[in-house]
């Protein structure tokens, strides 16, 4: 596809999967499994947190091509859980303060299509990172056209998510979901958005390949399969495959 960085979510992968990014010359997010509703002021879910990052750090940190701990992902906003990743981020530095610290926060608010993001954990992560469903999960493929983003922090920013499903194999209007036209079209609006913010360092569209999920009973076209990957689970290539590989090559020569 001519990306240079994959995040590797929602919890560490296999060592294998870090050694062969390594030799392809990929830059890895990794990440351990602390997202949505957690049990913020119970002592004994932050030290199994901790000790998930303690395990993964100490079995990666002299990989080369880990540039990335991500603590924690969709999150709810509040104190507890403020101090919760906050412990967990300086324990990540005590362990290895040479890697970036970040981790998926969500939009704030939106109004009259300004999306803001703002987290009190802007302090502790050396990456602004978010997810985002413009298209898919909150207003339209069109209204991409008209989104502004207020990031109120002097740091790079990577989209930590971003897409929509699709059936590989089925075709429809550009304006018909689980089309593969229709996520085209929502990744070609997508990336023109969000090359907007100033600060954009990267992204990672959600996701490579469709995966089995028990959530996605749609029949006849999730059929238990989450599939806003770009791949099929037959790895055959959808139509966004390609906006995501154009987009790249334009980024490459743009920073030639």
Not at 3 to 25: S, T
Not at 65 to 71: C, F, M, R, T, Y
Not at 105 to 114: A, G, H, I, P, S
Not at 126 to 136: A, E, K, L, T
């Amino acid at each position: 596809m001519g990306c240079n960085y994959v995040r590797l979510a929602h919890y560490p992968h296999n060592e294998l999967m870090v050694r062969e990014a390594e030799k392809m010359g990929l830059m890895v997010w990794s990440e351990i499994p602390v997202y949505w509703t957690t049990s913020w002021e119970n002592p004994d879910t932050y030290k199994n947190a901790e000790r998930q990052l303690h395990d993964m750090v100490y079995r990666d940190k002299n990989r080369c091509a880990v540039v990335i701990w991500s603590i924690a992902n969709e999150t709810p906003y509040g104190e507890a859980r403020d101090n919760f990743l906050r412990n967990l981020s300086l324990y990540a530095r005590s362990m290895d303060d040479t890697r970036l610290i970040s981790m998926a926060m969500e939009v704030t608010e939106v109004q009259n299509y300004v999306n803001r993001i703002e987290d009190n954990m802007n302090e502790y992560v050396d990456i602004v990172s978010f997810n985002q469903y413009v298209g898919w999960y909150r207003a339209t493929v069109e209204e991409c056209k008209l989104m502004k983003w207020e990031i109120p922090y002097n740091k790079p920013v990577v989209i930590s998510e971003f897409g929509g499903s699709a059936l590989q194999g089925l075709h429809g209007d550009k304006t018909e979901r689980f089309t593969e036209e229709y996520q085209e079209e929502l990744y070609k609006e997508n990336l023109k958005m969000l090359d907007q913010i100033e600060q954009l360092a990267g992204l990672s569209p959600w996701i490579l390949m469709d995966f089995k999920s028990p959530r996605r009973q749609l029949p006849n076209i999730q059929d238990f399969y989450n599939r806003k990957g770009v791949i099929s689970k037959w790895g055959i290539k959808k139509k966004a495959f390609y906006v995501m590989h154009d987009f790249y090559r334009y980024k490459e020569e743009q920073f030639k």
